[in-house]
Structures are given as structure tokens and as C-alpha cells.
């Protein structure tokens, strides 16, 4: 098959001919028919995650068709579509016997713990677990691109966050998180707030219905501009960047007892952000993570995608060739355009 491959961390990608892989017991193979470009795939390609081993081919955000399936496997068959969390469970650990696929202590990461979507065919292990069958209605291109961002964003909204009905969100950065985060928290009933560097990405977050934005290049107190709008501060706050500036506004922006939740990856030299630690135990802030989310959620987002009141391929930028991804992927830290890459040509 072909596959966009790297032999060194930070070398360019090549694309080049592999063997086809084979379903684990518990997996399946799927053919890839669309799969997404994120900002993590740039982080694996530059060395920032331990999982993974060399030679690599990325890719995590994907949809396609079963192609083929391991012994053990009970509930797919070849041809259904489907799509992956990017955090599969193991399904019988501690936290996926309680529900928590999305902090397995075995958890399976197509383009991080094994080889990715960046290619004609991906291998999926713990099939039964994580495998989410698509609605006929919903196209590749848009299923993929839940994979990561959008589902990410839907967790730390939704259930981590629990954000009701006119209360005030704060989004730090307008990228594929916060604007996914945007859009899922107005569908909630709240009032969003959105922050970014550019006027066309906060124009983009007014269409998706932020309902005030702040220029963080023009505005020097972000912080205070947050407490102005929301008459006092945000009940719930989303570092939708990942950055330490990011994550010290989105804590301080905060009212009493509002809950802070880290979508954006810390990792490198931002791994441990300074944080306003006197403010988190005077105001009682509870501060989250969302890393993904479980297969069984994706019931409740993809009713929301069918009565249309989610709109993810509103977030699809270019839809590109399996030969371009290599640029694309060495790209992915200038923060250039709007919407999500997806490769959809393979
Ligand atoms: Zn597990
Ligand atoms: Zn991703």
C-alpha cells in the first residue's frame, strides 16, 4: 500500500510503497478514505511523543471501510463505515471497565502507538470497543475530522465542563479546537466568548456564533476584557491553543468557582505552564483535561450532527492528496488558514 512514512524525527515524510498491515485478533483493517491533519501529527513528527517507535507513518483522524477483521472480533464486518476515537480502549482495564476509554492504562493511538491513516489502509486494534458505525447521511471527510478535535472539544464542553443553558464560555484560540468548542457550546445554550490573535479567525467564531471576541493583539488585558464582557468573569474557560499564556488567561478569566478545561496539547518546554494557584484555591476553580472521548459518546454528537444542530464540516478546510500531506503535515505549526486539512485522494 501507500503510505506517508518518516524515518527520523523532523526528516521530511516520503510516500512510498509498504507492506499492507494485517488485523490484530481483536482488530480490523480499514480502508482509509479520508483522514484529517492535526497539529498532533506535527508535534509526533517532531519527536514530542514518547509512543512513538521509528520508522512512523502518522495519521489519527480517519473514516473508511472495514476491510478486514481479526478472529476475536464479534461485532464488525468487511465493508461497514466507520470511524475511531484517536484514544482507543483496551476494554477491559480499570478505567475502561469504568467508562473511561479515553484514559486507558493500554490504550491503542492509530499514528502514535502504532502505524497511522496517512496511508491506503489502517490496522485498529480492540475493534469492539472502539469502532463507531457511520449514519448514511454522514460523508467521510466530515466523520474524519471528528476524530480528535471535535470530539476532544465535545468532551471538555459537554462532560467535563457540563456547561449549561446561558452561562458564559471563554475560548483561547480559534484554531480546529476552539472553533469546534465554539460551535458545541453555543448548540449548548451558553454564551461564547472567543480570543484569538486574527480577525479572520474571530470573524470565522462570530459566524459559528461566538457572541463577543476579543483581538488579543490589540486588547493588552485579556484577562479583564473576559471579566467586562461576562459582567464578572467566565463560568467556564477552554485553552483551546495550548500554550502557557493561553492557560494562565483561561484560569484568570475565570469567576468564582468556574471550571477551567486544557484542550490544547502542553508538551516540550510547555509542559508545566505557571498557573494562578492562589486564585484556584481562593475562588475554588476546577481546572479539567479532555484527552478524547469514548466510543459510546459519539451516540449523543452524531444525533446532534443528524437534526443539524452540529455542524463539523463547517470546520473543513482543503480537501488534498495523499501525495501533498507530507508539505502539509511540515506546515502544521504556522497556524495558516482556516479549517481543517483532509487528505480524501489516496
Ligand atoms: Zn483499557
Ligand atoms: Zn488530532
Known sequence: ??????????????????????????????????????????????????????????????????????????????????????????????????????????????????????????????????LVALPETLDFATAASLGCRFVTSFRAIVDQAKVKPGEWVAVHGCGGVGLSAIMIATAMGANVVAIDLTEEKLAFARELGAVATINGCETQDVIGAVREITKGGAH??????????????????????????????????????????????????????????????????MDMLETGKLQPQKLIGK????????AALMAMDRFEGLGINVITRF
Not at 49 to 59: E, N, R, Y
Not at 253 to 262: A, F, K, P
Not at 319 to 326: C, G, M, R, S, T
Request: net charge negative; hydrophobic share 40%.
Open 1 to 130: 500500500m501507500k503510505a506517508v512514512i518518516f524515518e527520523q524525527f523532523g526528516q521530511t515524510p516520503r510516500v512510498q510503497s509498504v507492506a499492507d498491515p494485517a488485523p490484530a485478533a481483536t482488530g480490523v483493517v480499514i480502508k482509509v478514505e479520508a483522514t484529517g491533519l492535526c497539529r498532533s501529527d506535527w508535534h509526533g513528527w517532531m519527536g514530542h511523543d514518547a509512543d512513538i517507535v521509528l520508522p512512523h507513518v502518522p495519521g489519527h483522524e480517519l473514516a473508511g471501510t472495514v476491510q478486514a477483521v481479526g478472529k476475536h472480533v464479534t461485532q464488525w464486518k468487511i465493508g461497514r463505515r466507520v470511524t475511531v476515537p484517536f484514544v482507543g480502549g483496551c476494554g477491559h482495564c480499570f478505567e475502561c471497565n469504568s467508562g473511561n476509554h479515553q484514559v486507558c492504562e493500554n490504550q491503542f493511538q492509530p499514528g502514535f502507538t502504532a502505524w497511522g491513516s496517512f496511508a491506503e489502509y489502517v490496522a485498529v486494534d480492540f475493534a469492539d470497543t472502539n
Open 236 to 301: 467556564v474557560s477552554i485553552d483551546a491553543l495550548g500554550h502557557p499564556s493561553t492557560c494562565f488567561n483561561s484560569i484568570a478569566n475565570l469567576r468564582r468557582r468556574g471550571r477551567h478545561v486544557q484542550v490544547g496539547l502542553m508538551l516540550g518546554d510547555h509542559a508545566h505552564p505557571p498557573i494562578p494557584m492562589d486564585k484556584v484555591i481562593a475562588h475554588e476553580l476546577e481546572i479539567y483535561g479532555s484527552h478524547g472521548m469514548q466510543a459510546f459518546r459519539y451516540k449523543a454528537l
Open 319 to 326: 480537501e488534498i492528496a495523499l501525495d501533498d500531506a507530507p
